[in-house]
């Protein structure tokens, strides 16, 4: 059973200054968080149906997966422990630390790396079969095309790439909208840009969130082919947690329904996130 509160995000306009040292924000950001990141987490059930997309999607094991942006393992360790050869790639050490710590208490092995996925020179081209990219990734990257581009480099030939990203309107619709602040949802859906602070922590970012057409004009841009968005929170919404409704539901049931629903062209953009599935 879930224990998962999402905490309240509070938005504001991005100044210029929020976006030069984008990237050392989010690094700060995830150092910060690093060591609770895990606890705030656990149990939320949109992640339950991210991996049931993900093990559903991605090609079987053993396939070397690069998890970028893997942040404390939610989806590298369950990979790991099925038989993938997991390298687990994240720009915060403390978010690495975590990860390592959990994997090492379950007896699952990870490789670890720590980098941007904006530069991904310490990986070979054409070396890994599949890579995942979860929950908001290329929305902190400083430059989500550059970084789609080094992830189709690293690929090998007909290698999978499988992300989800946040859908602006869903956000910026209910963050800036809901907290009445009109001028700042006008212009996050006009540059896509948000600047996001969760709950008391001290340190905010910037967020580039996108529309399905910005992302799938990325993807096959940076020369990906075989491309599917689907709606992947379309039902329930990506931070439902009611405890009497998720006791009473087959999940089995429910997941198949959403992978369903997910892929109907009319209903894509009514989830919160994007997920994507695509080809080198
Ligand atoms: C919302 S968390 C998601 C973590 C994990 N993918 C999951 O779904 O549980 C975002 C993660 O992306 C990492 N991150 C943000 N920007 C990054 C970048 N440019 N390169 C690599 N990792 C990045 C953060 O450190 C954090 O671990």
Redesign the pocket.
């Known amino acids: 059973m879930t224990n998962y509160r999402p905490l309240k995000i509070a938005t504001r306009i991005v100044e210029p200054k929020d976006l030069v040292q984008r ?1 050392e924000t ?2 700060a ?3 910060a968080i ?1 060591d609770d ?1 895990h606890a705030l ?1 656990e149990g939320r059930f949109c ?1 339950e149906i ?1 991996e049931y997309f993900i093990f559903y999607f991605l090609p079987k094991p053993s396939i070397k997966v690069l ?9 590298a360790i369950p990979l790991a422990a099925s038989g993938y050869d997991v390298t687990i ?4 050490e403390r ?1 690495l630390a975590a990860a390592q710590k959990i994997a090492n208490e379950q007896k699952v092995r990870l490789e670890y790396q720590k ?4 530069n991904l020179d310490a990986i070979a081209s054409d070396s890994f079969d599949s890579a ?6 290329l929305n ?3 430059d989500h095309v550059r ?1 789609i581009a080094e992830v189709n480099r690293i690929l090998k030939p007909n290698g999978t790439f499988i992300g ?1 990203v946040n859908n602006l309107f869903a956000y910026a619709a209910s963050q800036e909208m809901k907290e009445g602040n009109l001028e700042t949802f006008v212009e996050s859906m006009e540059t896509g840009n948000r600047h996001i602070q969760w709950g008391d922590i001290a340190h905010g970012h910037v967020t580039h969130d996108f529309t399905r057409e910005e992302l799938s004009s990325a993807l096959y841009t940076a020369g990906f082919r075989n491309l599917s968005v689907l709606g992947i929170f379309n039902l329930l919404g990506k931070y439902f947690n009611s405890e009497d409704v998720l006791k009473k539901i087959n999940k089995e049931r429910f997941f198949q329904l959403q992978l369903e629903f997910a892929r109907k062209t009319q209903y894509i953009n009514n989830s919160d996130d994007f997920f994507f599935v695509c080809n080198k």
């Open positions: 990237e989010v690094k950001f995830y150092d690093g990141y987490h992640d991210l998890d970028l942006g893997g942040g404390v393992g939610r989806f790639y994240d720009i915060s978010m980098g941007s996925v904006v995942i990219c979860i929950n908001s990734v902190y990257c400083e970084a989800s």
